[in-house]
């Protein structure tokens, strides 16, 4: 051990919030901040990211570091200061927050691999369980991991090993597992002779080896060029290869197969059209901040209506980026948009762009990573992920939509927002920032309002030839009224003369239903019982298919001939979702051509590039789907949206509800009327006077921002004040329930302890599902100026979800 030579290493194993732990680092290695090393922690051997290098450790007894990881990369200083500002913002583990920026695969846990040490006398006083594991280790011929120990005979064989150990009666090993995912290579057949003596010597073969001689010709003829050795061997057979390769007359090499999933990408080159004043104001306050970094403010609000030039203005930003030597990273929200996005940013940067998003394989991730660190690409197009790309030289962030909720990771810790994550990004490599949408976050409007971020505006529509063109008519019909007047159909008469009119004139129409299946509800009309999922406290959705299926975990059973709580058999399916738009517009349209896009249809990337190409191409006259529909996508042929009910999601107990509505009204709106002939959108809903839905209508962002910042002020929710959510989930209901109790009531101490007054404690009560996956859930909820002030005093238990800045609260 080499004294002041110690090292802070965050650790990949659950730790504190932040916390890093002391490494002395042994004479014969050297390091930096950014490394990945293996220390020992505890009896496992694990990996870790070393943050600082330091001369005095924070204990007195400190361990080795046990390796370095040297085919990691190094994680840049700035990246390392992003990772600690994750982890103190979304009170996450060091590691974690780090661990985003590691390449795809490179995040792995060692195995313990157990075996006797041979010679060692047994002694008279092992335990039970020690005289046990050395029955079944004595015969074993190979190290067993204890892994495997602990499924065959239980956990106390993990126990008796430990015991084993200390004795020094059995040693244990750590092996590292390989790679799940690395470079790919293509071997090739090349001549290792001259090729006028490669000819002789087949010559030589002809009699007795004539593939052998075949195969040498082939390759003298081929001036130099290699053969695929798969090749080589489908023509020749194998034993010709070996032969050649016995006698040294051919050599085997290798070259690195590029994964590329932009490989087979069509791309026309655009010319870049000409900007309309709102247009060009917006890219000099861009450009001015590209181009003198002491330039304030560097981040921007590009708010433009739907169809207003936004994507020319990313395009143009990213030009003179790259004209200033530095990169670009380009988010999008969702998969489903990422093919459109490459194709326009592809036609300006032919061959300079990158996609990553989770779509992709494990190989093309991989590649795409590597070559992006190196530098060959000039611009980064990707999903929520994609914020943590090593793309170097930053000098431009954009951020398309950057209202929409999938930025926010909630499934894994961290549970960052990549917009929040983009912005901190910025701040720390000089980069500038730009905010898109047509429908901004409230909290980031409102930011903008108070002079946190520069507001940059288009207010007109473009039509194709550049030029302001009206957005397109809309028609709010309160279904309401439909059934008092006796129309019991899913489409309001509105809807469906504009859906003729639209086909009898050859164009195209979206209609737009956020919830997927044939009927939301299987219901028995005797007793009233809902078939539920056994699984998660919330019903099936029936599927046109035949099949009742849970949208939580994805259980999936067929319907029940009679109800199982009461026999009887009049089963009602109740609710409508996509499958049953679809079966209605076919059964009223005779002949006409449906697409429907949900989750249902398009599960990877290639299915939503696929279903797009069919539709712009004009394959399909209807294209029916979720939100999916509803983001940024051109297709001038679209003259009619039809909403077919617009209040789903309305009146759920989540102040975002409001927001989400009026954001996906305005999005699904702006998909109609992009071409020449104009374009119409029915809003079919039973709220036609509710704030959010009128708005969304009209697309009027100001009527909204208005009366929703109103409401929000009254309870204090953001921007006016901040959101941590907590949650518990156990297979007991009484458990779960005892320890959000037990958690809540230890946060109102400790908020009466220190004098904590502005923090409200929400709750314990059941999440929304109550029950999911088998497992019961409760939920609380902090709100204030700063929550985390509270929860940094409190010892939360294991198995607590800590969310910051939620995107729910159900």
């Known amino acids: 051990m080499s004294a002041g030579r110690y090292v802070e290493v965050a650790v990949d194993a659950p730790a504190g919030w932040g916390r890093t732990f002391s490494y002395s680092v042994p004479l014969s290695m050297t390091l930096e901040p950014g490394q990945m090393v293996t220390v020992p922690f505890g009896p496992r051997l694990l990996h870790g990211i070393v943050f600082e290098v330091t001369d005095s450790p924070q204990v007195e007894q400190v361990r080795d570091v046990a390796g370095l990881v040297e085919a990691a990369p190094r994680l840049s200083d700035e990246r390392l200061e992003v990772a600690r500002w994750i982890s103190s913002y979304y009170l996450a583990p060091l590691f974690e927050a780090a661990a985003p920026m590691l390449p795809p695969g490179f995040r792995s846990r060692a195995q313990a691999f157990l075996s006797l040490i041979p010679g060692v006398p047994e002694p008279g006083d092992l335990a039970p369980g020690e005289v046990k594991l050395l029955a079944y280790l004595r015969p074993q011929r190979r190290p067993v991991a204890e892994s495997r120990l602990e499924q065959v005979l239980g956990g106390w064989a993990l126990r008796a090993a430990r015991g084993l150990v200390r004795r020094g009666m059995a040693e244990r090993r750590w092996v590292w597992p390989r790679p799940r995912v690395g470079p790919s290579y293509d071997s090739y057949l090349r001549l290792a002779l001259p090729a006028a003596q490669a000819q002789a010597l087949a010559g030589d073969l002809e009699r007795r080896a004539p593939r052998r001689a075949a195969l040498l010709r082939a390759l003298a003829e081929a001036q130099g060029v290699s053969m695929a050795l798969t090749e080589a061997r489908r023509r020749y057979g194998t034993s010709a290869v070996s032969g050649l390769l016995a006698r040294q007359a051919a050599m085997v090499g290798r070259v690195e197969r590029r994964r590329d999933p932009l490989a087979g990408l069509a791309v026309v080159a655009d010319s870049p059209p000409a900007l309309t004043p709102a247009q060009a104001g917006a890219l000099s306050a861009i450009w001015g901040a590209l181009e003198d970094g002491s330039r304030q403010p560097r981040t921007f609000l590009l708010h433009g209506v739907t169809g207003s030039g936004k994507t020319e203005v990313y395009l143009r930003a990213l030009a003179r980026c790259v004209e200033l030597g530095k990169r670009g990273l380009v988010l999008v929200p969702e998969i489903s948009l990422t093919p459109q996005a490459v194709q326009r940013f592809s036609a300006r940067f032919p061959r300079r762009v990158a996609v990553l998003h989770s779509g992709l394989s494990p190989g093309e991730q991989f590649d795409q990573w590597w070559r992006t660190a190196q530098g060959e690409y000039d611009v980064v197009i990707g999903s929520r992920g994609a914020v943590f790309a090593p793309q170097p030289d930053l000098g431009l962030i954009v951020i398309d939509e950057e209202h929409e909720w999938t930025y926010k990771q909630h499934d894994v810790s961290p549970r960052y927002h990549a917009r929040e994550v983009a912005l901190r990004l910025g701040e720390l490599t000089g980069a500038v920032v730009v905010l898109g949408g047509a429908t901004p976050d409230v909290c980031t409007y409102h930011a903008c309002t108070r002079g946190q971020y520069g507001l940059l505006e288009l207010p007109h529509r473009l039509g194709e030839e550049g030029q302001p063109t009206p957005l397109a008519r809309v028609d709010v019909v309160d279904m309401r009224r439909e059934l008092k007047e006796g129309n019991r159909s899913i489409f309001s ?13 050859g164009n195209q129409a979206i209609l737009f239903l956020n919830r997927r299946g044939a009927a939301t509800t299987v219901q028995c009309r005797d007793c009233g019982h809902v078939l539920c999922c056994p699984g998660c406290a919330v019903s099936y959705t029936y599927h046109a298919s035949g099949t009742l299926v849970c949208h939580w975990c994805g ?64 394959k399909a006259n209807v294209l029916v789907g979720t939100q999916m529909v509803a983001k940024s996508l051109h297709l001038p042929q679209v003259t009619l949206v039809g909403v077919v009910l617009a209040d789903i999601g309305l009146h759920l107990p989540d102040y975002r509800a409001g927001e989400r509505i009026f954001q996906v009204l305005c999005q699904v709106a702006g998909r109609a009327g992009r071409g020449r002939e104009g374009g119409r959108v029915v809003v079919q809903t039973y709220a036609p006077h509710h704030y959010a839905v009128a708005a969304g209508a009209l697309q009027d962002y100001a009527a909204f921002y208005e009366q929703e910042l109103a409401y929000r002020r009254v309870q204090g929710d953001p921007p006016f004040g901040r959101l941590i959510r907590l949650l518990y989930s156990h297979s007991s209901e009484e458990v779960c329930q005892r320890q959000a109790q037990g958690l809540a009531g230890a946060l109102r101490t400790q908020a009466r302890v220190w004098g904590i007054a502005d923090v409200d404690i929400i709750g314990p009560a059941p999440a929304y599902p109550p029950r999911l996956r088998g497992r019961h859930r409760w939920h609380l909820i902090l709100r204030g100026a700063d929550p985390g002030s509270l929860l940094r005093r409190v010892d939360v238990p294991a198995g607590w979800v800590v969310d910051v800045d939620p995107a729910s609260v159900l």
């Open 493 to 505: 008469r509105a809807l469906r003369g504009a859906l003729e009119e639209c086909l009898r004139g």
């Open 555 to 618: 259980r999936r059973r067929r319907p029940p001939a009679s109800c199982p709580g009461c026999h009887g058999r009049r089963i009602r399916y109740l609710g409508l979702g996509t499958q049953r738009v679809v079966e209605e517009v076919e059964g009223i349209f005779s002949g006409v051509r449906v697409l429907r896009w949900d989750r249902d249809t398009a599960t990877s990337w290639r299915d939503h590039q696929l279903l797009m190409e069919r539709f712009g191409a004009g």
